[in-house]
């Protein structure tokens, strides 16, 4: 029997566990049993899920992954209910060669009315490159570590400030929207311990800088719950609201969903997630995959909370991917659903 999470039938109130629908698995008719939502209190109604996919999912490939199929892979994803597809970074091909066809791309797939399609942009060089290539919405990328600044930009935080002011400045102008990340918002593997006052400072430069969402990232996955509690609660107590913020968790350590569940019940409503947990970071040799954006959806449903994505087309897509890749996928969702790579 195959097991799923939605809503009830229409017929009335189920209890949990026992509302059914037919399906054809393995050509055998099957009941699949529906769990379904069983909502906690002070959690919000609808959670943004922000797709990292094919940008941070896709960076850290050992081998470059054709054009083709990262196009395929972002349109599966607007068609799987996503609203917020990341799709590339305009960095240095030298530096991230898994991302050199930015431009290339951008111009393969079919954008889906709707849907946002976000770039990074580390510099003015890479901010006209995607002003180019159509881009409507930018991420700038700054640390809250002084050394991972200098290993993933080459240089200081003061420095990466100087150098994004005039992207930020540039974007604005052009009604381009920009989120800022920072990385390393709770342990760094040359520091140690971040500490909260660390991460408000450059929060606080970003959004003097006109950054208009804050993703704050466990880039190699160590946080906890206490943690991101605590750094947000410092954010809150800065004068930031909640609204201002989306949460980036590795899953390193399996934390990822714990944490998430502590943003949400601290206000926050954007979550970064990767479709079938994909990612890593090629400057932080720790950092490995994202939250799977399946996993995520699958708390979400059983909490009652409304994203818009279909999980079953979720699946379906991080299988294929998977397939292209040559691996299976470490979503426990997906090898749940798809226990032999079909769903």
Same mark, same amino acid.
């Given at each position: 029997?195959?097991?799923?999470?939605?809503? =009830?039938?229409?017929?009335? /109130?189920?209890?949990?566990?026992?509302?059914?629908?037919?399906?054809? &698995?393995?050509?055998?008719?099957?009941?699949?049993?529906?769990?379904? +939502?069983?909502?906690?209190?002070?959690? +919000?109604?609808?959670?943004?899920?922000? /797709?990292?996919?094919?940008?941070?999912?896709?960076?850290?490939? !050992?081998?470059?992954?054709? &054009?083709?199929?990262?196009? %395929?892979?972002?349109?599966r994803l607007s068609a799987a209910g996503l609203q917020t597809v990341e799709t590339t970074s305009f960095v240095r091909p030298d530096r991230v060669p898994q991302l050199a066809d930015a431009e290339q791309l951008l111009a393969s =797939?079919? !954008?889906?009315?709707?849907?946002r399609y976000p770039a990074l942009v580390p510099n003015v060089r890479g901010f006209e490159r995607a002003m180019a290539a159509g881009v409507q919405d930018i991420a700038v990328f700054a640390s809250a570590t002084e050394t991972f600044?200098?290993? $993933?930009?080459?240089?200081?935080?003061?420095?990466?400030?100087?150098?994004?002011? !005039?992207?930020?400045?540039?974007?604005?102008?052009?009604?381009?929207?920009?989120?800022?990340?920072?990385?390393?918002?709770?342990?760094?593997? @040359?520091?140690?311990?971040?500490?909260?006052?660390?991460?408000?400072?450059?929060?606080?430069?970003?959004?003097?800088?006109?950054?208009? %969402?804050?993703?704050?990232?466990? &880039?190699?996955?160590?946080? &906890?719950a206490g943690q991101v509690e605590r750094l947000l609660a410092a954010l809150s107590h800065a004068g930031m609201a909640s609204s201002l913020f989306a949460v980036h968790f590795h899953d390193t350590y399996g934390q990822a969903l714990? $944490?998430?569940?502590?943003?949400?019940?601290?206000?926050?409503?954007?979550?970064?997630?990767?479709?079938?947990?994909?990612?890593?970071?090629?400057?932080?040799?720790?950092?490995?995959? $994202?939250?799977?954006?399946?996993?995520?959806? @699958?708390?979400? $449903?059983?909490?009652?909370?409304?994203?818009?994505?279909?999980?079953?087309?979720?699946?379906?897509?991080?299988? @294929?991917?998977?397939?292209?890749?040559?691996?299976?996928?470490?979503?426990?969702?997906?090898?749940?659903?798809?226990?032999?790579?079909?769903?």
């Amino acid at each position: 029997m195959q097991v799923s999470l939605g809503a =009830f039938e229409e017929e009335g /109130e189920s209890p949990v566990g026992t509302g059914k629908m037919t399906v054809r &698995t393995g050509g055998q008719d099957e009941d699949m049993v529906y769990f379904g +939502p069983v909502p906690l209190a002070d959690l +919000p109604q609808h959670v943004r899920v922000y /797709e990292v996919g094919p940008r941070d999912g896709l960076q850290n490939e !050992p081998t470059v992954v054709d &054009t083709s199929v990262k196009a %395929e892979f972002v349109e599966r994803l607007s068609a799987a209910g996503l609203q917020t597809v990341e799709t590339t970074s305009f960095v240095r091909p030298d530096r991230v060669p898994q991302l050199a066809d930015a431009e290339q791309l951008l111009a393969s =797939f079919r !954008p889906r009315d709707g849907v946002r399609y976000p770039a990074l942009v580390p510099n003015v060089r890479g901010f006209e490159r995607a002003m180019a290539a159509g881009v409507q919405d930018i991420a700038v990328f700054a640390s809250a570590t002084e050394t991972f600044a200098q290993q $993933n930009l080459g240089c200081s935080i003061d420095e990466s400030m100087t150098m994004f002011t !005039p992207v930020v400045a540039g974007a604005l102008a052009q009604q381009v929207s920009v989120r800022g990340y920072v990385s390393m918002c709770f342990g760094d593997p @040359w520091e140690g311990t971040v500490e909260p006052s660390a991460v408000v400072e450059v929060v606080a430069r970003l959004v003097e800088m006109g950054c208009q %969402e804050i993703s704050l990232g466990d &880039t190699i996955g160590v946080a &906890t719950a206490g943690q991101v509690e605590r750094l947000l609660a410092a954010l809150s107590h800065a004068g930031m609201a909640s609204s201002l913020f989306a949460v980036h968790f590795h899953d390193t350590y399996g934390q990822a969903l714990a $944490n998430t569940l502590t943003a949400l019940q601290a206000g926050v409503t954007t979550v970064d997630a990767s479709a079938g947990g994909l990612g890593g970071c090629p400057f932080a040799k720790s950092a490995t995959g $994202n939250l799977a954006t399946e996993d995520l959806v @699958w708390m979400l $449903n059983g909490l009652g909370i409304e994203t818009g994505i279909d999980l079953d087309s979720l699946v379906q897509t991080s299988l @294929w991917m998977a397939a292209a890749l040559g691996r299976p996928s470490p979503s426990a969702t997906v090898r749940a659903l798809a226990p032999d790579g079909s769903l």
